[in-house]
Structure formats: structure tokens, C-alpha cells
């Protein structure tokens, strides 16, 4: 799926967080985009999957243009078309590893066990189906994340800061499901991250500033 950013500005009560982000993702590309803390990486992120509102410019997944829909139809396109990994995972803590990854299925009216299960299988959790998040360490939250995240086939995900709280070997690990799934389901992705590990892996790296984006030198 090919994402298109264009002119985006993001204000608080007239403060600007950052303003002229242009740049496109190609179907199947893999972006990094880094900067300091503070400048707003992650509300870029959830203003490119309609989950926050940004105060101009346009954001396109493939020739849908989110800033015309409203907010139950940019629900809709995310359920099908957008995986979204959080640094915080964000699990329900009362559904077991299984249930949490099944999610999206559940919401499209699409529940399928054996897609569950290979999805389970390629993050390497297929034995810890049956537990509660509780039970689970970071890293393997982390693989739940990513595999609710792609399990319905999405064309593009988003994720923000995935290895953040994660050590060195296991946001390795972690990376390397990541990057794998979703170059096995063709889906295009961007990683916000302060990790120049994970950046490193990445087909582009963008800077952003708050006076825009553009290729890290």
C-alpha cells in the first residue's frame, strides 16, 4: 500500500509540533523515521492512521484521501487496511495471547483459528496461546503486538517505537519478526524509533524537525 503525506502541519491551541511533512512510502517499503524527543514522531504516526486529526495538509493510503472521511469510515480502512504496532503494546490483560492476536478478525467479522495460529507460529509464540499478558515477558508482549498487528494482512503498518523498552538482543529478535512478516505479507512499513539499530535496517531514513522532513544525511 503507498502512503503520501503532503503539507501536514500538527498545532496545539496554535502551537505548531510540526509543520511541512511531505514525503511518500512506496507499496512494500521499509522507512525509519527518527528525530529528538519532543518533536513529534509519534503524533505523525497516529495522523497517518486516522487515529489523531492534523490541522492541514493531506494524508493519502493509496488514492483515499483520510482527511474526507469521517470518523467511524476511517475506522473502517484502518480494521482492514492498517496495522498499528504500539511501544506500549496495548493488550487486553483479561483476553489470553490467542484472543488478543484474533482481534482484528473479530472486529472485520472474519475470525479464522488457523490464521491465528500461523500467525502465533511465525512469531514464535505457537506454545504460549493459552496465556494471559500477565504471564508474558516484554519481548514476547512485543510479538503479540506485531502479530495482532499484521494477522489481518494489512497493506501498510505503522509502528511506534517497538523496541523502546526492550534490551538489546530481544529488540533485535523483535525486529527481525517485524521486518520478516511483513516483508513475507508484502506490507509497506514505518517505524517511528529513536533506535539507530533498528533505522539502520530501513529501506529510507527521515528526520523530522519541527519545520518538516527530509532524507537523513
Not at 489481518?152 to 523496541?163: K, M, N, S, W, Y
Not at 535496517?201 to 527530509?214: K, P, Q, Y
Request: proline share 4%.
Amino acid at each position: 500500500m503507498r502512503l503520501a503525506a503532503e503539507g501536514l502541519a500538527k498545532r496545539y491551541d496554535g502551537a505548531p509540533v510540526f509543520e511541512n511533512v511531505s514525503f511518500e512510502v512506496a507499496a512494500g517499503e521499509f522507512v525509519a523515521i527518527v528525530g529528538e524527543s519532543g518533536v513529534g514522531k509519534s503524533t505523525l504516526l497516529n495522523c497517518l492512521a486516522g487515529l489523531d486529526h492534523w490541522s492541514e495538509g493531506t494524508v493519502r493510503l493509496d488514492a483515499q484521501d483520510l482527511g474526507g472521511l469521517d470518523d467511524d469510515q476511517r475506522a473502517l480502512l484502518r480494521r482492514r487496511q492498517v496495522g498499528f504496532v504500539f511501544q506500549a503494546f496495548h493488550v487486553m490483560p483479561h483476553l489470553d495471547v490467542a484472543q488478543n492476536v484474533a482481534l482484528p478478525l473479530m472486529l472485520l467479522g472474519e475470525a479464522d483459528d488457523a490464521r491465528v495460529n500461523h500467525m502465533l507460529r511465525a512469531v514464535g509464540l505457537e506454545q504460549l496461546g493459552s496465556r494471559l499478558p500477565q504471564q508474558l515477558s516484554g519481548g514476547q508482549l512485543q510479538r503479540v503486538a506485531i502479530a495482532r498487528a499484521l494477522v489481518h494482512r494489512p497493506g501498510i503498518v505503522l509502528a511506534d517505537e517497538p523496541t523502546g523498552n526492550l534490551d538489546p538482543r530481544t529488540a533485535a529478535s523483535v525486529m527481525d519478526v517485524l521486518l520478516g512478516q511483513a516483508r513475507t505479507h508484502g506490507a509497506s512499513l514505518v517505524l517511528v524509533t529513536h533506535s539507530e539499530a533498528a533505522a539502520a535496517r530501513a529501506d529510507r531514513v527521515l528526520l523530522l524537525t519541527s519545520e518538516g522532513i527530509a532524507p537523513r544525511s
